[in-house]
């Protein structure tokens, strides 16, 4: 049986995972290409976002293994097998980036580097209040591999952390008692446009918002409208409703916004192809499979 690397890579990415999984995996026959797998040979699909029924035709398949933490979009694909076992992406290194992505934003934030930017953008030297890390609340909503990582790297770094995750008392509480609000809550029916004017009025008048996430957890209008009424201070934001985000959206261009292109994270081949190598061989060997989704949960 062999292994369908399946998905949206770009051909140097593409060569990086096919060379990593295939390092790790020696014994095993990998391919992107299906055609030379032959459908009914492949009984493990690796798969990185792939466009909504590619995996359709695999009748043999025992396990789906994600090289995305994030599986709401293979969740959204109705043609996917519903009795094959699907496992996310959990890797300490992506964990690692994300956490430094997070303490980037949030010290920016903390110290107004984003301020500071807007003022060289206009010629202005000005220096501004300078705060301490302690005398900042940062709400971190989401306390999984990933919530829970940027969790302990801020408290390390000095900041007033407050954990949110699901089922875990009133949102606007949390919302209403922290300086940054950093997302890592994954997307679910429960957490689409979970930030909205509602959401965004319960936060502290200049508050950050970090959205590192996803983009449909955000309804992208009630954000402008708090941007613009300040009651959000600054935006940083790794995803979007639509990406790439698109050209001449209000995003790019807004004063109060830092837009990065879905890169606060990524799955590293270095180190997330151990990962994958060691549910192919539980699969292999009949033990049991990590990190799989729970399809009812959405995550
Ligand atoms: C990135 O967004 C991921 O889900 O890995």
Known sequence: MSVY???ELEPPELEAWLRRLREALPEETIDHDLSRLGPAMVDVAVVANPAPGRLRDLGNLQLIQSLWAGVDRLLGDATLPLDVPLARMVDPAMADAMAETALWAVLSLQRGFFAYQRQQQAGRWQVLPQRRADELTVAVLGLGELGGRVAQRLSAQGYRVQGWRRGGGP????????????NLLPLTGETSALFNAARFA??????????LARGAQVVEADLLAALDSGRVGHAVLDVFQTEPLPAGHAFWSHPSVTVLPHAAALTDPRSAAAVVAANVRALRDGRPLAHLVDRGRGY
């Open 5 to 7: 690397l399946c998905g």
């Open 202 to 211: 319960a936060m502290k008048p200049g508050a950050g918002f970090v959205n």
């Open 171 to 182: 949102l606007e509480t949390v919302l209403g008692s922290s300086d940054v609000v950093v």
